[in-house]
Structures are given as C-alpha cells and as structure tokens.
C-alpha cells in the first residue's frame, strides 16, 4: 500500500492507493483533508489517518511546501521539522520520501487530463521535447521543471522564486525603488506571489496611481488575507476596483516575464504550466495580451516563445497526484 500526502502550512491531504498495474494517481482508495495547525507533526496525522482508515502502509511519498535537502525538511508557515529517516521510524512505515512540493507539482502535469488544464498559448511543442517548466504563485512562488529521457519523466525542485526581481518598465522600476528602499533583497515571490500582491497594492496606492474605495480599505483594515480581498475586489463584476485590477494587471506581467525567464533558463519547448492557487482564479486577467506579450518578450527569442505551450493547472490536487505518481512510479521501478 501507498501512502501519498500534500503538506502545506494550512491543510495536509493525505491518500491511499493499492499498488498495482491498475493504480491510478488520480483515483485513491481514500482521502482525507487534516488542518495541519491542529497537529504536533505529519507523524500525528499519519497516525490519524491510519486509525480513521484501519490501513497501513509501506510506502509514503509526501510533498512538502519547502526545500528539501538530503532528505529533511522544514515546513514552511509550520513549526514542524522532518527527514524521512525520522519518519519512517516514528510511522513504521519502512519506505518514505519526501518531495518539495513543486517537484511533486511537476510529477503531477505528466498525468493531468485535459480538463485540469486551461490554455493560454497553444504553441506549437518541439516533436521530441525533453523539457517542461511549472511555475506556481501561491503564498510564495516555486518553481520547477521536468525533463523526459527513455520514457522517463523526472521532476527537479528549484527555489528559483527567490531570484533577484528584474522589472520590464518604468513602474516596475518603481515598485523595486520602493520595496528595496530599505536594503532588502527584492525577490519575484516578493512581487509574485500572494505575499507579492498586497505590495504591488500598497505602492500602487503610495505612488497615487488610483484612489483606495473606503470600503475596501475598512475590509483590508481588519483581514487576515488581503491578497484573497484584492483578488475578489477585481474580479467581482459588480463594483471592480480600479486599483485592485491594476495590481492584477501589474502581477500578470510579472508573471508572464518570469514564466518566459524560467522558460528560457531551462529550454522549455514541451511547455510551461502554472500552478498555484492564484492563477484559476483570474483568468480573464491571464487571457489579457499583456500576459504573453511579457512572455515572449525576450529579444531575439521572442519566436521561439511564441512556440512554447503555456497552460494554467486547474486542478487543486495537482500536488497530492504528483505525490501518489512519484510513489507509483518508484515502486513499479522496485518489481
């Protein structure tokens, strides 16, 4: 049996899966959904879920929202520290890996359906493309790519979010002025990402670009999330704030230059796919000229952008997929 998990700071999804020729990342035996806050460590929710399921296991993949070196990790937003040694040892689970979660993100787009995906570009793809990138602006921005010899997929983790933020026009350059006014390192999750949002808003309002609507200001005032208040300031259809469609506006170029970056860094001609779990959500924003015009601006490069396929993920599981595929994939490797 098969123990896959998506470990984030808020939720952790855990699943089952028979192995087998039949197994199907997309199609466990069981799934349940924990508040990771409410546990002392991924052990306690394993523990959780095997008594809840009366299953056991003797092989767990788990991707993880953080970086994962030799074999540990710490969570990020979470007070929990974890190597697959340990956990093998505290679960009794004999096998156990663990995976930054945008590697499993990137094992996951090798067996999403059509209807997971949403298509910006359809590019023409190389014939015998090895490459593919995934780039996914949540609470933080990962970064990620897949390449293909002999039939075989293999997914590299990356923190390619935390480069240095290049901007591509004079309020860009103005944004980097004011948010690394101070000294600080100015990274793409810093101006991409659900933490980026809330500062393209705050210097957006600071430059005078547009007025901030009092009511909008009264609600950002008392949130604990002003990126989801900006989003749906912008996007609902009945009093759309100006100010919050420019922050939009800003982000998606960003997006689109630093998804045309990552595609160029790693030759992406199979196509580059985004995840995260702001880009379903404004994708009347991402099907704006703006987006690819940012990505394919690259110079003498700009043809061989226009080619690359560029698709959003649509699918929230992606990550959980990804996990159960690497762990299928490895025990198949295994007979």
Known sequence: MLLAGDIGGTKTALAAYSHGRDANP?????????????YPSLEAIVRAFEAQTGLRFDHATFGVSGPVIE??????????????????????????????????????????????????????????ATTLAVIAPGTGLGEAFITREHGRATAHAS????????????LQIGLLKYLGSNGEHVSYERVCSGIGLPNIYAYLKASGYAQE???????????????????????????????CMATI???????????????????ATGGVYIGGGIPPHILRFL?????????????????????IPVRVILNPKVALIGAAQHGLDLLSRDE
């Open 26 to 38: 997309r199609s466990p035996l069981v799934e349940t959904t924990y508040p990771s806050a409410q």
């Open 71 to 128: 074999g540990s990790a710490t969570i990020t937003n979470l007070p929990w520290q974890m190597s697959e040694a340990q956990l093998s040892a505290a679960t009794g689970i004999p096998s156990v890996r663990l995976l930054n979660d945008l590697e499993a993100i990137a094992h996951g787009v090798t067996v999403l359906a059509p209807e997971d995906l949403h298509t910006l570009n359809a590019g023409h793809p190389a014939p015998h």
């Open 159 to 170: 923190e390619g979010g935390h480069c240095d933020f290049a901007p591509t026009d004079a």
């Open 213 to 243: 609507p009092d009511w909008l200001a009264a609600q950002l005032a008392t949130t604990d999330a002003p990126t989801r208040a900006i989003v749906n300031a912008a996007t609902d259809e009945q009093r759309p704030c100006t100010l």
């Open 249 to 267: 506006n800003t982000f998606v170029s960003i997006l689109g230059a630093e998804a045309g970056n990552l595609a160029l860094k790693v030759l």
């Open 287 to 307: 099907e704006d000229p703006r987006f690819l015009a940012a990505f394919q601006r690259k110079g003498r490069f700009a043809e061989l952008l226009a080619r």
